[in-house]
C-alpha cells in the first residue's frame, strides 16, 4: 500500500490521481480542516468518472509534525510519497516552515525507517540547487548548497528537510528525489503558480524578463511514480521542461485566455518599489505580502536548469511547456464557468 502526505495540495492531488487511475491502494493523510473537495476538483479534470475514483481513496487525519498522529498511518505501507510542505517567502513564516518542512520530513523519514518501508520518494524544489555565475552554463544535480546566497526561509527549510532524507538513505532507507522547477498545473488558483492564471485571465499588465524553469505537474507525478517502480535509489532530479522568461509565461497565458498580454516592463526599481510597497501593507494589515523583497530578486534573475539526469536515466520526455499552458488554461475556464 501507498502512503501520501500533501494530497491536498497541488502535487500531491495529481499524483493522488495517477496512483488511483493505476489501480493502486492509497492512503493519504490529510489535516483537519482541509478541503478535499479541492482533491475531488482536480480530479474532475481528468475524467467523468472522478467521484467512483475519489471514493477509493483511504483518507487518514494525521500532522507530519504530531509523531502520535502518523504512527497508525504507517501500518501495512510499503512505498511512501512525501509531498507535503509549506511554501511561503515571508520571513514571518520561517519558523513554522522549520517545523513542517525540517521536523515534518525528519518524522516521516524515522518512521519509514521504524516500519521497513520499501521506498520513500520526496519532493523538493529547484530552489536547493546553487545557481550558475555563468550566464550561459546549465544548473545540474551536481551544483552545491551555498548557504550565501540560498539563504532565505523556504530554501533553507527544504534544504534543511533534503538533508533528513539524505541521513535516511545513510540509515537503510531506500529513496528518491525530484527538484522540480515552477510546477504549472490546474487547481488552487489563488496560491503559488496557479495565481499566474489567475492574474493572466484579468489581463495583468506587468512582466519581467527573469529566466527560470517550468514543468508541468502531471510531469512531476510521472517522474515520482517512474523513480519509485524503478530500480534507481538514493538520487535527486531536477525536473524542468523548459527555461523560458517569466514575460514569455505571461504572453502564453494571456494567449490561451484571448486576454491582454502584459505590456509594462517591471525592471530592479520598480520592483524595489513593489516589495518595499507590500512589506509596508502587510505591516499594517498582518497578511503576507504578494511580493517579497526576495521574490522580486528572482523575477528579474536568469537560471536555467539541465533536466538531461531524469531524461538519460528514464528515457523521460517532457511536455511542451506550451501544451501545459493551455491544458491549464482550459481547466481555470472550467472552473470560471461552472462559478
Not at 502526505?5 to 496512483?19: D, E, F, I, P, R
Not at 520561517?94 to 518524522?107: D, L, P, S, V
Request: glycine residues 6%.
Amino acid at each position: 500500500m501507498i502512503l501520501i502526505t500533501g494530497a491536498t495540495g497541488l502535487v500531491g492531488s495529481h499524483l493522488l490521481y495517477l496512483l488511483i487511475s493505476k489501480g493502486e491502494s492509497v492512503r493519504a493523510i490529510y489535516r483537519k480542516n482541509s478541503n478535499l473537495d479541492a482533491v475531488k476538483n482536480v480530479f474532475s479534470y481528468y475524467t467523468k468518472e472522478y467521484e467512483a475514483l475519489f471514493n477509493k481513496i483511504e483518507w487518514f487525519e494525521a500532522d507530519i509534525t504530531d509523531v502520535p498522529s502518523l504512527k497508525n498511518a504507517f501500518s501495512n505501507i510499503n512505498f511512501v510519497y512525501h509531498c507535503a510542505a509549506i511554501v511561503s517567502f515571508d520571513k514571518r513564516d520561517y519558523f513554522t516552515m522549520r517545523k513542517t518542512n525540517i521536523e515534518g520530513t525528519a518524522n516521516m523519514v524515522n518512521l519509514s525507517i521504524a516500519n521497513k518501508i520499501t521506498k520513500f520518494c520526496y519532493v523538493s524544489s529547484i530552489a536547493t540547487i546553487e545557481k550558475s555565475t555563468k550566464k550561459d552554463e546549465l544548473i545540474t544535480e551536481t551544483n552545491e548548497w551555498n548557504t550565501e546566497t540560498n539563504n532565505y526561509g523556504y530554501a533553507i527549510t527544504k534544504y534543511g528537510a533534503e538533508m533528513e532524507v539524505w541521513r535516511a538513505s545513510q540509515e537503510g532507507l531506500d529513496v528518491v528525489m525530484v527538484n522540480p522547477g515552477v510546477i504549472l498545473g490546474a487547481g488552487f488558483w489563488h496560491s503559488g503558480p496557479g495565481e499566474l492564471f489567475t492574474k493572466a485571465y484579468n489581463n495583468f499588465k506587468f512582466y519581467t524578463e527573469g529566466v527560470t524553469g517550468f514543468v508541468s505537474v502531471k510531469d512531476v507525478a510521472k517522474a515520482m511514480l517512474l523513480l519509485m517502480k524503478s530500480e534507481i535509489k538514493n538520487e535527486r532530479f531536477i525536473l524542468v521542461s523548459a527555461n523560458i522568461s517569466f514575460k514569455e509565461v505571461f504572453i502564453k497565458m494571456a494567449d490561451a485566455f484571448s486576454s491582454k498580454p502584459p505590456t509594462i516592463k517591471v525592471g530592479k526599481t520598480l520592483s524595489n518599489i513593489a516589495w518595499r510597497l507590500e512589506w509596508f501593507k502587510s505591516l499594517l494589515t498582518g497578511k503576507s505580502p504578494m511580493i517579497t523583497k526576495h521574490s522580486a530578486s528572482a523575477s528579474l534573475s536568469t537560471y536555467r536548469y539541465s533536466a538531461k539526469k531524469i531524461e538519460k536515466a528514464l528515457n523521460f520526455e517532457f511536455e511542451n511547456i506550451e501544451i501545459t499552458i493551455k491544458d491549464v488554461a482550459t481547466c481555470f475556464l472550467k472552473d470560471v464557468n461552472n462559478g
